[in-house]
């Protein structure tokens, strides 16, 4: 069974900090997400990756940076955190390449307040 | 730019009933369609993937169907049970391998 582990459940960070968030995933995949989830708004794609050192910024990547130094890892980087990226974050990986038509794997998500 | 829309916003049906949730989308280039589950402040699971050369896919009592050419989605959830409580989620795998999401039918099943 595949396994998509962000680390936190609930961060609360102040206005300005640096925030890290990471996702690991065991099973070997190649591509990996970060969305953020708003009510009203949906799920939004902020950056995506295909491999190791790769990124693809999504629709919303203002304010935010990733790294993938690692297969298996993949960080989301606030850099200077502001209330309006108060959200749920939520972490996805997925096999293969578009054509293999592999589902989307998430974690359960880590719960962002900045005061 | 794709847009995804789940209509209704939240549904509520007495056990038993058999229930059908839809999903839209404006942009028919699509390579496939997942529909996910979400429980209450947690992760989605993918329930169901239909690739863009299928029609349906099924899974237990759930049933997805799939017209390319509409723009159209359903899930058929057979003999609903408290325990499909969720909300449910659709999102359609385009250009980029970016997947897009619909905000989701809020579903409750009372006993």
């Known amino acids: 069974d595949v396994k998509v582990t962000q680390s936190s459940r609930y961060l609360v960070k102040r206005t300005g900090e640096k925030v890290f968030l990471e996702c690991v995933q065991d099973m070997d995949h190649e591509n990996m997400f970060w969305y953020r989830q708003d009510p009203g708004l949906g799920l939004r794609l902020i950056y995506f990756s295909y491999d190791v050192k790769m990124k693809e910024k999504g629709d919303i990547p203002e304010g935010y940076s990733v790294s993938r130094e690692k297969k298996e890892r993949f960080s989301l980087i606030l850099e200077s955190a502001s209330t309006n990226q108060t959200s749920m974050y939520l972490c996805?990986?997925?096999?293969?390449?578009?054509?293999?038509?592999?589902?989307?794997?998430f974690g359960n998500g880590t719960r962002l307040t900045v005061t | 730019k794709q847009e995804v829309t789940q209509i209704p916003a939240a549904l509520s049906v007495p056990e038993g009933e058999n229930l059908v949730l839809n999903c839209s989308f404006t942009?028919?280039?699509?390579?496939?369609l997942q529909w996910f589950r979400q429980d209450p402040g947690k992760g989605l699971t993918s329930l169901l993937l239909?690739?863009?050369?299928?029609r349906e896919q099924t899974s237990g009592r759930l049933n997805a169907s799939l017209d390319k050419s509409s723009g159209r989605s359903t899930l058929y959830i057979a003999a609903s049970q408290p325990g499909d409580s969720a909300t449910y989620l659709c999102g359609v795998t385009g250009g980029g391998n970016k997947l897009t999401f619909g905000t989701g039918t809020q579903l409750k099943v009372e006993l």
């Open positions: 239909i690739q863009s050369s299928q």
């Open positions: 942009d028919s280039a699509i390579y496939n």
């Open positions: 996805a990986s997925s096999s293969g390449t578009i054509m293999s038509n592999s589902p989307l794997h």
